[in-house]
T-cell receptor
Framework: DVKVTQSSRYLVKRTGEKVFLECVQD?????MFWYRQDPGLGLRLIYF???????EKGDIPEGYSVSREKKERFSLILESASTNQTSMYLC????????????FGEGSWLTVV | QKEVEQNSGPLSVPEGAIASLNCTYS??????FFWYRQYSGKSPELIMF????GDKEDGRFTAQLNKASQYVSLLIRDSQPSDSATYLC?????????????FGAGTQVVVTP
């Protein structure tokens, strides 16, 4: 079974702090994603990576950056956390040609106070 | 206008009945469509995907696609209490094949015994 692991499930951070959310997948997938999910808004794509060191902005990249130094690991960085970034963050991975199967991690619940 | 629209619900369905969920999308270039189930506090899990007009059946689930009307639906037959969840409709962005999806906000389904 494919496993997408988000190491931090629940975090509480202060406004202005730098926050790192880590995601690791174990199936050698090329593509990885960070989404955030908010009530009434569904999942929105923050950033996408299609290879090591390659990244592409999604629909809501403002206030976020990402890092992909190794194929299996995709990190989301909040340079200076703000209260409007309180949300659930979902990492996902996808193998090209895998039949459209996208695997999600368990989610990271971030509260910024 | 959101690119993928769903009724938020809740949709209340008696046990054993058919639950009917609807989804419309605005991007005429979207090629593939997905239904995810998400239990409260959990990550989305793929139920099925469809990319050809018509019906696709998998167990108690049937997805229907009408590209001319830009409409996707999901039928759940013989609904069980374990089907109580939020169902997310998603569509590929245009002809994108990289796994990037546009999600609806989800329809909450409540199956009552």
């Amino acid at each position: 079974d494919v496993k997408v692991t988000q190491s931090s499930r629940y975090l509480v951070k202060r406004t202005g702090e730098k926050v790192f959310l880590e995601c690791v997948q174990d199936m050698d997938h090329e593509n990885m994603f960070w989404y955030r999910q908010d009530p009434g808004l569904g999942l929105r794509l923050i950033y996408f990576s299609y290879d090591v060191k390659m990244k592409e902005k999604g629909d809501i990249p403002e206030g976020y950056s990402v890092s992909r130094e190794k194929k299996e690991r995709f990190s989301l960085i909040l340079e200076s956390a703000s209260t409007n970034q309180t949300s659930m963050y979902l990492c996902a991975s996808y193998r090209l040609g895998s039949g459209n199967t996208i695997y999600f991690g368990e989610g990271s619940w971030l509260t910024v106070v | 206008q959101k690119e993928v629209e769903q009724n938020s619900g809740p949709l209340s369905v008696p046990e054993g009945a058919i639950a009917s969920l609807n989804c419309t999308y605005s991007d005429r270039g979207s090629q593939s469509f997905f239904w995810y189930r998400q239990y409260s506090g959990k990550s989305p899990e793929l139920i099925m995907f469809i990319y050809s007009n018509g019906d696709k059946e998998d167990g108690r689930f049937t997805a229907q696609l009408n590209k001319a009307s830009q409409y996707v639906s999901l039928l759940i037959r013989d609904s069980q209490p374990s089907d109580s969840a939020t169902y997310l409709c998603a569509a590929t962005k245009g002809t994108d094949s990289w796994g990037k999806l546009q999600f609806g906000a989800g329809t909450q389904v409540v199956v009552t015994p």
